[in-house]
Nanobody
Framework: VQFVESGGGLVQPGGSLRLSCAASGFTFSSAGMSWYRQAPEKERALVASISPTGGLTDYTDSVNGRFIISRDNAKNMVYLQMNSLKREDTAVYYC???????????WGQGTQVTVSS
């Protein structure tokens, strides 16, 4: 099982970024997927989740209305569109199977998002 995140970078406040995650080693189309983030000196926190078919999504309050999670089951990819970025969105972003604790999945390397002027 592997998760490879990409798309991070430096962006000004108010800007946008689209993160991508390539997942492999399991039946992707049967798995809920999640994005987490870890800010400096803080614990890793759940940002958004999406159901196996993509029909259901959920967001933490701080990103609701600004971020959009989506997936492409044909490509085993999950995405996070981040709009109206704020300095407090600065973190390393990770994707993982929603049930990672059950399966003992390892985290990927993440992708750094820095929001700064």
């Amino acid at each position: 099982v592997q998760f490879v995140e990409s798309g991070g970078g430096l962006v000004q406040p108010g800007g946008s970024l689209r993160l991508s995650c390539a997942a492999s080693g399991f039946t992707f189309s049967s798995a809920g997927m999640s994005w987490y983030r870890q800010a400096p000196e803080k614990e890793r926190a759940l940002v958004a989740s999406i159901s196996p078919t993509g029909g259901l999504t959920d967001y933490t309050d701080s990103v609701n209305g600004r971020f959009i999670i989506s997936r492409d089951n044909a490509k085993n990819m999950v995405y996070l569109q981040m709009n109206s970025l704020k300095r407090e969105d600065t973190a390393v972003y990770y994707c993982i199977r929603a049930s990672y604790r059950t399966y003992g999945d390892d985290w990927g390397q993440g992708t750094q998002v820095t929001v700064s002027s």
